[in-house]
C-alpha cells in the first residue's frame, strides 16, 4: 500500500515569504502529526490533527499554523519565513488507536534564504 | 535538561559486532519508540512498546519501565545498519502525536 507521501520534496523561500506543505496519509489513518527537524534542535513536535480538528500543538509561534482535511490529508502552513525556519519537515500518520505506532514520510526540506 | 536522553551520540562499530542504543525517560509514558533515519531524512518506525522485548529481524528492543530506560540492540551488525537511531516518547497523559525526541545516535559500522 501506498505509504505517507509529502511534497514538494524541496523547496526554497525567501525571507519573508510563505509556504504551505501537504501531507497525504496511509489510506486509513486519521491522525497526521508533523515535526521539525534542525541540526541544533532535533526533532520537535510541532501540531497533530485527528478528524479535522487540532488535537495537540507543540511549542511554535503563531506562524505555524495547519489543517486536516475530510479526506485525512493535512496541510501546513510558515508565514513570513524566517532563517531559523530552514528545516526538514516529516509528517507521520495513524490509525490513532491504541498500540499503534507512526508510519513517517519522506519530509520536505525548507532551505529559507 | 531533555526529557529523553540517548547514548552514546556517536557509535562506530565494525561489521558483524554486536551494538547496544541507550535512551533514558523522565516523562512518564505509555510506550516508547524507538525511529531509524538514514541519510536524506526518511524516518522509519522500528518499534513501539511499552513493556518487556520485541524483536524484528537483528533488531531487539527492550523496555523497563520501573527504571525509565530502554535498550536498541543490533545483532552482527551490517554497514546498512549505518543510520541515526532515535528514541521518543509521548506525554503521559498526551495524543499520540505529542512526542518528544531525543537527540539521536549516530551509528557507522564499518566493513
Known amino acids: 500500500k501506498a505509504g505517507v507521501t509529502q511534497t514538494p520534496r524541496y523547496l526554497i523561500k525567501t525571507r519573508g515569504q510563505q509556504v504551505t506543505l501537504s501531507c497525504s496519509p496511509i489510506?486509513?489513518?486519521?491522525?497526521v502529526s508533523w515535526y521539525q527537524q534542525t541540526p541544533g534542535q532535533g526533532l520537535q513536535f510541532l501540531f497533530e490533527y485527528f478528524s479535522e480538528t487540532q488535537r495537540n500543538k507543540g511549542n511554535f509561534p503563531g506562524r505555524f499554523s495547519g489543517r486536516q482535511f475530510s479526506n485525512s490529508r493535512s496541510e501546513m502552513n510558515v508565514s513570513t519565513l524566517e532563517l531559523g525556519d530552514s528545516a526538514l519537515y516529516l509528517c507521520a500518520s495513524s490509525l490513532a488507536q491504541e498500540g499503534d505506532g507512526y508510519t513517517f514520510g519522506s519530509g520536505t526540506r525548507l532551505t529559507v534564504v | 535538561k531533555n526529557e529523553v536522553e540517548q547514548s552514546p551520540q556517536n557509535l562506530t562499530a565494525q561489521e558483524g559486532e554486536f551494538i547496544t542504543i541507550n535512551c533514558s525517560y523522565s516523562v512518564g509514558i505509555s510506550a516508547l519508540h524507538w525511529l531509524q533515519q538514514h541519510p536524506g531524512g526518511g524516518i522509519v518506525s522500528l518499534f513501539m512498546l511499552s513493556s518487556g522485548k520485541k524483536k524484528h529481524g537483528r533488531l531487539i528492543a527492550t523496555i523497563n519501565i520501573q527504571e525509565k530506560h530502554s535498550s536498541l540492540h543490533i545483532t552482527a551488525s551490517h554497514p546498512r545498519d549505518s543510520a541515526v537511531y532515535i528514541c521518543a516518547a509521548p506525554y503521559y497523559g498526551g495524543s499520540q502525536g505529542n512526542l518528544i525526541f531525543g537527540k539521536g545516535t549516530k551509528l557507522s559500522v564499518k566493513p
Open positions: 489510506s486509513g489513518h486519521r491522525s
